[in-house]
């Protein structure tokens, strides 16, 4: 039996926090191909969230984190993708002091998909 890796809190956290993220994108946005959302994938060169699909995202972070995402933060650099996402919300979070709700939601059924995107992955 091979002994279980250790893994730092604050990775179990951000790995936690991009598999959240990506069921609602998938869950709320036509995805064709769930295997080609990245972490560093462009939600918006995709095509898969528009600047309506933005709002939602917004909703959400607002909904599910407890925090205000200000007008001058609606910038690609934090909403174009999971990765992005991700490091906005830890930011947002450490910044307030605030700790992600732990329980689990659940999560409407994802259909089948077929398109590619590119991973926009930096460095």
């Known amino acids: 039996m091979k002994p279980t890796p250790l893994v730092a809190p604050t990775e179990r956290k951000e790995t936690h926090l991009k598999d959240r993220l990506r069921q609602f994108i998938l869950a709320n946005f036509w995805v064709p191909d769930a295997q080609a959302i990245k972490d560093g994938t462009s939600l918006l060169d995709c095509g898969v969230v528009d600047s309506t699909g933005i709002l939602e995202v917004i909703g959400f972070l607002e909904s599910e984190f407890g925090f205000k995402v200000l007008d001058e933060e609606i910038v690609p650099d934090n909403l174009d993708s999971v990765q992005r996402i991700a490091e906005y919300v830890a930011r ?32």
């Open 92 to 123: 947002k979070m450490e910044g307030r002091g605030l700790e992600a709700a732990a329980g689990a939601r659940s999560q409407a059924e994802v259909p089948p998909h077929s398109r590619q995107c590119s991973d926009r992955s930096t460095g």
